[in-house]
């Protein structure tokens, strides 16, 4: 089964064509990085008319570098939550036109299922059921996968999303959107015992997570040096900052993978690229005899291809849409049947 899908749900239009869920025909993705480099971050309307711009186009390169005709197109599935909604928007509208003139199943996607399934994309052998720790710039939670459509949020963050700070404290360091990719790059370079900064303590649920307190710790301390002319060892800072931000998911996530029993852990999102956070996975996950499934750094942002793996498995669970299907910037990944 091919499908065409259709990512568009913050800076980059994407536009993939994947068979069976497991194997990537072409991924055609168009970034808007070089673009929101000019404001420092993603600015939604602009995003929202460069996705109208390229979406069209982008389609097209992709049926020509998978060498296909378009009646071979089985369905067409898309990013319809969550995200910036006036991006969302344009890829729903864009995947309904498509679906409607191929007379082809309409499927929907929830982003973040989405980013689980770059995993079976990367490793062909992964199957639910198995524990996900999802980290990106919007959400941050450990997800027990127990079948390819049913899940259950185990925790959760409580307030910032991990990537949202890493980019947030890269800003305030003056230094070039996306910001968590630069201060991974300088954190190689320095100490990470050189500067304390907090770890969120166990709540209600031990499993829930809470980053403000670190982001704000550490934005606080940059300006208190500034403001008393005291200069920043930014690459100890941004390597102190990661190893917080990972004593903060790492633990969680073996205590999680205790209480499901399971010895698979996949790592999804954009933040799932960040170094510090991957060898410290990999080395706790190693102690518990538990086989770590990291996508590679191409799948770990936002592609089409993830979201046509996961479109495979919701068409199989009946999870199809008409053309009433709607847009949302926020929608639980839990979610309801369509």
Known sequence: MIIMAVESSCDETAVALVEDGRKILTDCIASQVELHKLYGGVVPEIASRKHVEAISGLA????????????????????YAPGLIGAVLVGVSF???????LQKPLIPVHHIRGHIAANYLAYPELEPPFLCLMISGGHTMLIDVKDYTKMEIMGTT?????????DKVARVLGMPYPGGKALDAMAALGDAKKYALPRSKPGANPLDMSFSGLKTAAINLIHNARQKGEEIDVPSLCASFAAAASDNLVPR????????????????????????????????????NTEVFMPPLSLCGDNGAMIGAQGYYEYLAGNVADQTLNAYATKSILGERL
């Open 95 to 101: 995947a309904k036109a498509t679906a409607l003139a």
């Open 60 to 79: 097209e390169q992709a049926i020509q570098n998978a060498g296909i005709s378009k009646k071979e197109i089985d369905a067409v599935a898309v990013t």
């Open 158 to 166: 409580l307030d910032d999303a991990a990537g949202e700070c890493f």
């Open 253 to 288: 996530t073996m205590e999680a993978l205790k209480r499901t029993g399971y010895r698979k852990l996949a790592v999804a999102g954009g933040v799932a690229a960040n170094s510090r956070i991957r060898r410290d996975i990999l080395q706790a996950a190693a102690k518990l």
